[in-house]
Nanobody, 127 residues
Framework: VQLQAFGGGLVQAGGSLRLSCSAS????????VGWFRQAPGKEREFLAAIKWTGTNTYYADPEKGRFTISRDNAKNTVYLQMNNLKPEDTAMYYC?????????????????????WGQGTQVTVSS
């Protein structure tokens, strides 16, 4: 599986961005795609995840209500809609994928669960 994240950019505080994660290669029904971000000097942080089939989504608590993850199976693409952006949202944003039939909520939030990573897209929020 190869992942490519894009859609980042410079936005003013309060603005919105929609990130896209395009997946190529074999996609299985058990695949999970997640979004993470990493700011300079900080650890990689989980934002949201979605299963390739079904309706299960997972969010980090601080992002609930501001961030929405969705997918378009026909386009092999997963999106992260980000609203009401804040300067502290400035980071490199990554998408990641793993084939896993079962997992806990805690596991899906952990970067080490994921086998495949995209190259990242930079989001900068100005105040």
């Amino acid at each position: 599986v190869q992942l490519q994240a894009f859609g980042g950019g410079l936005v003013q505080a309060g603005g919105s961005l929609r990130l896209s994660c395009s997946a190529s290669g074999l996609i299985f029904s058990s695949d999970v795609v997640g979004w993470f971000r990493q700011a300079p000097g900080k650890e990689r942080e989980f934002l949201a995840a979605i299963k390739w089939t079904g309706t299960n989504t997972y969010y980090a608590d601080p992002e609930k209500g501001r961030f929405t993850i969705s997918r378009d199976n026909a386009k092999n693409t997963v999106y992260l809609q980000m609203n009401n952006l804040k300067p502290e949202d400035t980071a490199m944003y990554y998408c990641a994928a793993v084939s896993r039939k079962s997992f806990t909520t805690a596991q899906v939030m952990a970067p080490n669960l994921y086998d495949y990573w995209g190259q990242g897209t930079q989001v900068t929020v100005s105040s």
